[in-house]
């Protein structure tokens, strides 16, 4: 099992940068691809971008290609995203999230991850 805390949310102007990190718990942090997901207001929560086990393979959702990075420190059981060029359509609660298994690719449905953090709320003011 492991324990998903995030970190770095906040109050940005549209254009600007922000970085999320998770911190996991557990020893077993590279056996699980992770995920970033967002839930806005009345919508469902939605894949942003994910990473393999290894860090080898990434997924963005299209509509942050080219402006969000996703990352991860198997050393610290860290995992980061780096949103820069925010927009005020970005705005949501952001969860990290793990899913069991050692895919070269990461999955990104919903449904294949177990275990979820608490959230951190990202708003872009325009």
Excluded: H
Excluded at 2 to 13: A, P, R
Excluded at 16 to 25: E, H, V
Excluded at 56 to 68: E, H, I, L, Q
């Amino acid at each position: 099992q492991v324990q998903l805390v995030e970190s770095g949310g906040g109050l940005v102007q549209a254009g600007g940068s922000l970085r999320l990190s998770c911190a996991a718990s557990g020893r077993t942090f590279s056996s699980y691809a992770m995920g970033w997901f967002r839930q806005a207001p009345g919508k469902e929560r939605d894949i942003v971008a994910a990473i393999s086990w290894s860090g080898g393979n990434t997924y963005y959702a299209d509509s942050v290609k080219g402006r969000f990075t996703i990352s991860r420190d198997n050393a610290k059981n860290t995992v980061y995203l780096q949103m820069n060029s925010l927009k005020p359509e970005d705005t949501a609660v952001y969860y990290c999230a793990a899913a069991l298994g050692r895919s070269y690719y990461p999955t990104s449905l919903r449904n294949d991850y177990a275990y979820w953090g608490q959230g951190t709320q990202v708003t872009v003011s325009s």
